[in-house]
């Protein structure tokens, strides 16, 4: 038997980094990875997307770069290179991480890790090479058990997989989840996005940039729910100027085979009917990945949909197990793996360590970004703060214009009394970066008067923080003032 001080079960955003953080705390590490180290994110999520979406844009700039005084004739893409530099990006990735781990001592096993008892997993070798089948890519571990493992203290980290949904005729060919999404050898002539949340999103957004006649369906009164309202509501509108049709407070009831090798998929809402695809993609919700993994052999509690509870401290119902990451449901994003993966190991190595799920910012990849942090308006006024709306758009700003990026806005907001931040909204060109100063000034509990008095580099993108936090004090320079009822 193989002995550590930790074993951290899955080598993913939160895995990897936990057995880093351990073995530079002097610990004996251990990880059991049953693909390739970075888990869904850099293997099937966050970065190949991202590396698709690149292609993208860079296709989109030159079928308008007439626009900025350069002709670029006969322009098209060749989705096969798309895919080809996508993989060529995870791989170099994911070769980063191993080498990474080694680097730090740590030990990696591939295989998969099943409880025997709290501290002790038997290994077994990995199945079949995951498919891009759309069904789940951890399937049950094949053959007996090859070596155990214990250790003093033990981390989950196994993450998730897509959700399937209920409806009927989903199980046919044609329909695929995210995951299945990577293994399409073409852009689909008509795709139905089944859910208009990040995930659903971004897809409708990237393949509709390739030309995709795209059609988004979500049960919600308007795209991104979990945004502010006015994010939601500006994303809808630009996906539609963009030709893609958002249905939303609809549902898909149904999905059957249609004529010639079509899939004709029932649509329930204000105005029910059917439509025809080619590709259905399902992007809604996503579940734990624990099958086979023996949790209920060793005590672990979950909760009704199967994530792993945790306390503050990321410790389980188990003494010496913790868990981190998606598999516990607090977050559903790489980079809060991340971070619970360097606060438990710093409390399994003795050292104190925070967690503040106040502050965690998110990003949506879709043609215009969205990203943000804190609090919502509505979020806001419902704890019952009295609030000031801060608002700056991107039309304005003399760098987006130069960029020819116009469209979007960022929206702050503050409390009333002392203007303090309490979220950041920004729907519009490089979001994602842009966010990283409303994270700060959330966590420096700055208010509105001190990022308007921060100097901010002239022209930037960044400067829209600055302009609105002087809208908001009622000082704007560069937009016209509220008319004082």
Not at 294 to 312: K, N, P, S
């Amino acid at each position: 038997m193989l002995e550590f001080d930790l074993l951290v079960i899955g080598g993913g955003p939160g895995g990897y980094v936990a057995a880093i953080r351990a073995a530079q705390r002097g610990l004996r590490v251990c990880v059991v990875e049953k693909d390739r180290p970075g888990g869904v994110c850099l293997n099937w999520g966050c970065i190949p997307t991202k590396a698709m979406v690149r292609s993208a844009e860079v296709y989109h700039a030159l079928c308008t770069a007439a626009e900025f005084g350069v002709v670029a004739e006969n322009v098209r893409y060749d989705f096969a290179v798309v895919r080809e530099r996508r993989d060529a990006v995870v791989t170099e990735l994911a070769d980063g991480v191993a080498g990474l781990l080694e680097a730090n001592g740590v030990t990696l096993i591939e295989g998969h890790a099943r409880f025997v008892e709290p501290t002790v997993v038997e290994i077994h070798e990995a199945g079949a090479s995951p498919t891009f089948d759309g069904g789940p890519r951890y399937a049950a571990p094949a053959g007996p058990a090859v070596r155990r493992v214990c250790a003093r203290d033990v981390i989950v980290a196994t993450g998730s997989v897509p959700a399937q949904l209920p409806i009927p005729g989903a199980e046919l060919p044609g329909v695929v989840t995210s995951d299945g999404a990577f293994g399409l050898t073409e852009v689909p002539s008509r795709l139905v996005v089944i859910g208009g949340s990040a995930v659903g999103a971004e897809w409708a957004s990237l393949f509709a940039t390739y030309g995709a006649e795209v059609v988004v369906v979500e049960m919600r009164n308007r795209l991104v729910p979990s945004e502010d309202d006015e994010v939601g509501e500006a994303l809808g509108r630009s996906f539609r100027r963009r030709g893609i049709t958002v249905l939303t407070g609809a549902t898909v009831t149904a999905i059957t085979e249609g004529d010639g090798g079509a899939l004709r998929v029932s649509i329930a809402g204000p105005a029910a009917h059917e439509l025809d695809a080619d590709i259905v993609l399902v992007g809604v919700g996503r579940r734990p990945n624990t099958a086979q993994l023996g949790l209920e052999v060793v005590g672990v509690e979950t909760d009704a949909r199967g994530f792993i509870e945790v306390d503050d401290r990321l410790r389980t119902s188990v003494e010496h197990v913790y868990a981190i990451g998606d598999v516990t449901g607090r977050a559903l994003l790489a980079h809060v793996a991340s971070h619970q993966g360097v606060a438990a190991a710093d409390m399994i190595a003795g050292h104190g360590a925070h967690l503040d799920y106040s502050v965690i910012p998110a990003a949506t990849f879709t043609h215009p970004e969205i990203a943000s942090v804190g609090l919502t308006e509505d979020a806001a006024r419902a704890a019952g703060h009295e609030v000031v709306i801060a608002k700056f758009p991107f039309a304005a700003l003399g760098r987006a214009k130069t960029v020819g990026e116009t469209e979007g806005f960022v929206k702050i907001i503050a409390g009333r009394a002392h203007r303090e931040v309490l979220g950041v909204h920004i729907i519009g060109p490089s979001a994602s970066d842009l966010i990283a100063e409303g994270a700060l000034a959330m966590s420096l509990e700055a208010t509105l008067e001190e990022l308007a008095g921060t100097i901010h580099a002239h022209p930037t993108l960044g400067e829209i923080g600055m302009e609105a936090a002087m809208a908001g004090l009622g000082l704007p320079v560069h937009i016209a003032p509220r008319k004082k009822r």
